[in-house]
């Protein structure tokens, strides 16, 4: 596991976080692992919960970008278990 001090957390803020998106990692104070800085990802699994992303939450310009990727793609037909046929995009 990759290992950071307290102050590399306030210096390498990008880097600390760009390591802790790969593994999680160590946040040592005085040369003891102190905390440990993890991507929610790995917290949900970790924690046995299951973090959902609705449009709500998501900042309108996003939700406008998929909408726009959306668009421009045809809809794909999808049968479902009880046999009716649905469009999704």
Known sequence: MVSFTAADLQRKAA????????SPVYLTYHDKPRFVLL???????????????????????????????ADQNE?????????LADEIR
């Open 15 to 22: 880097d600390v976080q760009k390591a802790a998106m790969r």
């Open 75 to 83: 809809p794909i037909g999808l049968e479902l278990e009880s046999g």
């Open 39 to 69: 991507s929610v990802e790995d917290f949900a699994a970790l924690s046995g919960i299951t973090i959902k992303t609705t449009p709500e939450s998501l900042p309108e310009s996003v939700v406008e970008r998929l909408q726009v990727l």
